[in-house]
């Protein structure tokens, strides 16, 4: 993975601290609102450069009396004003109705065009409507439908300012941070909070798995994975993850039922924290098991929640 792509997929892990619980902390003290837009490799803060972002804004203004929420993704939709930022959207997304504040929660409707996006694209067109509304007094989160569902491989549906921060610029370290998911003694599994080093080598995927296979550093937590076994290959298609494991995975899985549900899910729940990661799908030797201890496997595996002890 080259460099410059590295940058742009982190600085698409960083929600930048615009959005606040509350808002209000990108509105510009003269009326006006932040309206966020992608920025193009070549421009200005081009992302694979040093100190460089995958989003900026440019001020807008709207109407007395408009609509906030309403307004600022009428702004976003009919694109940027400067040159050196682009429209995030394709053609022909459009509003289905106005957006709605209720509890927190800014729910906005889209048209079908948006739910072709997927991966980085998707992850940068949500977060620039998440920086714009997030501005709005009241909006903590942000719920983006398409056609009034739910885009199913997203790994979250409400998008807030996230814990997965990226540090470091063209010629400097650049590090995920990240919970792994480990099993606990005493059953379950619990998040331990790690920075991981992405380097040329590596895709975030290969990174993360990298992280999570060297085991815990926390006291009460065990990896079970297999000393034999060894990861394939592992990459993301169509909002799922694909591990390819070799065949020790398998022949040497944990004899307890409930110690193999930790091992896979450790996996799974720590996988489908990336943005364009909805669901994973295990294989061993380029096939799908039909199952791994008691779990089937021949289908994609979303995060267990309910495994995960505080």
């Known amino acids: ?19 606040k619980q509350g808002g209000e ?3 510009s003290g003269n009326g006006g609102y932040q309206v966020y837009f992608a920025v193009p490799f070549g421009g200005e803060g081009d992302p694979g450069e040093a100190g460089g972002t995958a989003v900026a804004s440019e001020i807008r203004r709207l109407p007395e009396g408009a609509d906030i929420p309403g307004g600022l993704m009428e702004c976003l939709l009919s694109g940027p004003v400067s040159d ?10 459009y509003l289905l109705s106005q957006p709605t504040v209720e509890e927190g929660v800014c729910r906005v409707n889209l048209s079908e065009k948006y739910g072709g996006l ?23 989160a942000v719920s983006i439908d398409v056609e009034g569902s739910p ?7 409400l998008l807030r300012s996230s814990d997965v921060v990226l540090s470091g610029g063209e010629d400097q370290p650049l590090y995920l941070t990240v919970k792994l998911f480990f099993p606990r003694r005493s059953g379950g599994l619990a998040a331990e909070e ?23 550093e926390t006291q009460g937590l065990f990896f079970l994975f297999p000393e034999e076994a060894h990861i394939l290959s592992a990459w993301v298609e169509n909002g799922n993850c694909y591990v390819d494991f070799d065949a020790p995975f398998l022949d040497r899985e944990p004899e307890s039922a409930a110690q193999a549900q930790q091992l896979l899910y450790a996996i799974v729940n720590t996988l489908c924290q990336l943005p364009d990661v909805g669901a994973v799908q295990i294989l061993v030797e380029g096939e799908a098991p039909e199952r791994y201890g008691e779990i089937p496997t021949s289908s994609p595996l979303e995060a267990n929640k309910d495994l995960v002890v505080d």
């Open 118 to 140: 997927s991966g980085v694209e998707l992850t940068l067109a949500d977060y620039c409507i998440v920086l714009t509304l997030c501005q709005v007094p009241g909006v903590e």
């Open 151 to 157: 885009i199913p491989y997203r790994d979250r549906q």
């Open 84 to 93: 050196d930022l682009a429209s995030p959207f394709p053609e022909g997304v």
């Open 25 to 27: 902390a990108g509105q």
């Open 1 to 19: 993975m080259s460099r410059r792509l590295l940058a742009l997929y982190c600085a698409l892990l960083l929600l930048l601290p615009a959005c």
């Open 194 to 216: 790690r920075n991981v080093l992405l380097t040329e080598q590596d895709t975030p995927v290969t990174a993360v798995l990298n992280a999570l296979l060297s085991g815990p």
